[in-house]
């Protein structure tokens, strides 16, 4: 790891750490920057998951005040998600190298999609707290099993995870917007931080490259508040998605010529 590696890892986690906290999609910074020092793309993955861990550790602990009264919510979501990412890193592990470098540009295709499409989050608040209002009811019963979905694609790869599980979590339980948001922050953090565990102990993580990755994700999971409050979210989010498209279209040249 050389030291102009090393800056431009710490840049790319702080990058990483913005993008996640405007559009959800932090990989779409920190992974190609892994792969830009070397490592190959399961190795890039996997030291990237243990690297954001601590982008969870950040958006959580700022979200203290949403979380108080969701203990009873919260314990039936974080089994799914730690089930959840633990078969995600599985799924993982189980996956061939070229396989995987096939499948990554489509992961992070359909993630940009899904971020330039997506409905704001504040209008998915309000159709979730309408259908709530409209028809009064405990969480659906629904709500671990999709959990648990969607943190297998967290534990295997992650790209937008973070959006998927707060549209699911605003619509599902009518909660606002600050509220949802926290238990995205605890629930996806759960899901990720098994899937690294199970990294640390079952797979080859660059530490050289988590190190200042993970120091970026920390300093920007910081800022990203800050910006978010006042950044035009609609025109960021246009940008972050198109450049993720660009470099889906990038890394399947790559990976199928």
């Known amino acids: 790891m050389t030291v102009l590696e090393f800056a431009l890892l710490v ?6 750490g913005l993008t996640g906290s405007i559009a959800g999609l932090a990989s779409l910074v920190s992974y ?11 190795t890039a ?6 690297a954001l861990v601590l982008n969870s550790v950040g958006s959580v602990s700022a979200s203290q005040p949403e979380l108080r009264r969701q203990g009873r919510r919260l314990l039936p979501l974080g089994v799914a998600a730690v089930l959840g990412g633990a078969a995600g890193a599985v799924l993982l592990l ?3 190298s ?21 409905r704001p989050p504040a209008e998915l608040a309000l159709a979730g707290e309408r259908e709530q209002a409209a028809h009064p ?15 297998i ?16 979590f605003l619509l599902g339980t009518g909660e606002g917007l600050p509220r949802g948001n926290a238990m995205k922050n605890v629930i996806l953090g759960v899901a990720n931080s098994v899937a690294a565990l199970g990294y640390v102990f079952f797979a080859s993580v660059a530490w050289s490259a988590a190190l200042p990755l993970a120091i970026g994700c920390l300093l920007g999971s910081a800022a990203g ?27 399947g040249i790559q990976a199928y010529t």
Not at 11 to 16: E, F, K, P, R, V
Not at 227 to 244: D, E, F, N, T
């Open 137 to 151: 009811h405990g969480d659906p019963r629904w709500l671990p099993l999709g959990t648990f979905v969607i943190s």
């Open 98 to 118: 070229e396989a995987f470098e096939k499948l990554v540009p489509w992961l992070i295709g359909a993630a940009a999609l899904a971020i330039f499409l997506q």
């Open 45 to 50: 993955n996997v030291t990237n998951t243990v």
């Open 225 to 251: 508040p800050w910006v978010v409050r006042r950044a035009p979210q609609a025109a960021l989010r246009r940008v972050i998605a198109l450049a993720g498209l660009g470099l889906a279209i990038h890394l």
């Open 32 to 42: 190609p920057a892994l792969l830009a020092t070397g490592l190959p793309p399961v």
């Open 11 to 16: 840049l790319a986690g702080i990058g990483a």
């Open 94 to 96: 189980l996956t061939p």
């Open 153 to 168: 694609y967290g534990g295997y790869f992650g790209a937008a995870a973070g959006v998927l599980m707060l549209a699911m």
